[in-house]
């Protein structure tokens, strides 16, 4: 997809000439159990079936994509409870549903397809989030287009959860779906109402105590998925441009898949990378490989069309 492409390139190119000391493999842990790479299929499907309009649009209908994306999503009990699509700032879009088969309430964010999730991405500078997290600073655009979007869905979520009591709550997404995902886990996540986390090739969303903050609010609960050299998970921190004037800093775990692009995912191609800024993994790539952002756990494009 297009998508991140305008927004990469404009970011990276300046720093093209810079050369970066090979990344230090250095393993922390070899590979995933079992369990942890069947959450992480089920949520990647999730992602990309935000991309399809017969998801965002809908209301009552099961999760779909194009025949073959979503191999997990088309065999399991599914309904989307309320599709959304352009709101604004943002343009954000994609749809909340409920899971019957794995007892899950899944709300899940498009990553950028369109005009309005571009400029958002670029609205790169800082904003402080006061109260909650002093010293947290994150990127504008994302933080706007959560705290618009958020007065819409969680009367949704909460009517949910009361009528799911047992239910897990998760928040996921793709690219710029991610970063949507991770400010929504992080601010609406409770004692009371807590709020699983799964990115894939989510950008930088704040400073490092923004990163200390979420590894603290979901301890456990919180997985940042990376592809190979995937640009987009360290363009913020990379780009000089950005990077002259703001701070911003990867979260820990990383969960660092290293098998090729269009190529399937097994245990031993996940690498668990603990620590903010821990160049072990994605972040000590370099390189434009777009390639590597839009496919995860299968094509991120659950459909073509839209
Ligand atoms: C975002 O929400 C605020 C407060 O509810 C509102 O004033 C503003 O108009 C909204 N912005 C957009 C672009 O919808
Ligand atoms: C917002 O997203 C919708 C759905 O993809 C698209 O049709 C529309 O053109 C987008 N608007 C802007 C301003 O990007
Ligand atoms: C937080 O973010 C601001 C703005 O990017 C930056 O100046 C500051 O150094 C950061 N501080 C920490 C500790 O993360
Ligand atoms: C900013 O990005 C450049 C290029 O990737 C890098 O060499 C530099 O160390 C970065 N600066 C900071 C403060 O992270
Ligand atoms: C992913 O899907 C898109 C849209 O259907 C398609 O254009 C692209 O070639 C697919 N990529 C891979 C690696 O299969």
């Given amino acids: 997809m297009l998508t991140s492409t305008v927004v990469i390139f404009c970011f990276l190119v300046p720093s093209l000439g810079w050369t970066m000391p090979a990344a230090d493999i250095h393993l922390e842990r070899r590979d995933v159990p079992p369990e942890t790479l069947t959450w992480l299929t089920l949520f990647s499907e999730y992602s990309a079936a935000a991309t399809c309009a017969a998801n965002f649009n809908s209301?009552?209908?099961?999760?779909?994509?194009?025949?073959?994306?979503?191999?997990?999503?088309?065999?399991?009990?599914?309904?989307?409870?309320?599709?959304?699509?352009?709101?604004?700032?943002?343009?954000?879009?994609?749809?909340?549903?409920?899971?019957?088969?794995?007892?899950?309430?899944?709300?899940s964010f498009r990553g950028s397809r369109t005009q309005g999730n571009w400029v958002t991405d670029f609205e790169y500078g800082q904003v402080p989030i006061y109260g909650i997290c002093p010293g947290c600073y994150v990127h504008h655009g994302y933080y706007y287009a959560w705290g618009n979007f958020s007065?819409?869905?969680?009367?949704?979520?909460?009517?949910?959860?009361?009528?799911?009591?047992?239910?897990?709550i998760i928040f996921t997404g793709h690219?710029?779906?991610?970063?949507?995902?991770?400010?929504?886990?992080?601010?609406?996540?409770?004692?009371?109402?807590?709020?699983?986390?799964?990115?894939?090739?989510?950008?930088?969303?704040?400073?490092?105590?923004?990163?200390q903050f979420i590894t603290g609010n979901t301890a456990g609960n919180g997985y940042r998925v990376t592809h190979s050299d995937d640009p987009v998970p360290r363009a913020f921190s990379t780009s000089p441009e950005v990077n002259k004037t703001?701070?911003?800093?990867?979260?820990?775990?990383?969960f660092w898949i290293t098998s090729g692009n269009d190529m399937p995912v097994t245990t031993s191609d996940i690498q668990v990378i603990w620590g903010i800024d821990n160049k072990n993994g994605n972040l000590g790539t370099t390189g434009l490989d777009l390639a590597a952002h839009n496919w995860y756990i299968g094509n991120m494009s659950g459909c073509s069309t839209n």
């Fill in 175 to 211: 690219s710029f779906g991610g970063a949507l995902a991770t400010l929504g886990a992080v601010l609406e996540g409770t004692a009371n109402r807590p709020i699983s986390l799964y990115t894939f090739g989510c950008p930088q969303v704040g400073n490092h105590t923004f990163a």
């Fill in 151 to 168: 007065q819409y869905i969680m009367p949704s979520i909460n009517q949910l959860a009361a009528q799911y009591p047992r239910y897990h």
């Fill in 59 to 107: 209301q009552g209908s099961k999760v779909v994509c194009d025949p073959g994306v979503c191999p997990i999503l088309e065999q399991i009990d599914t309904t989307v409870i309320t599709g959304f699509m352009g709101h604004n700032p943002g343009n954000t879009t994609g749809f909340l549903a409920v899971d019957k088969t794995n007892e899950l309430i899944v709300l």
């Fill in 246 to 254: 703001w701070q911003y800093s990867t979260t820990s775990p990383e």
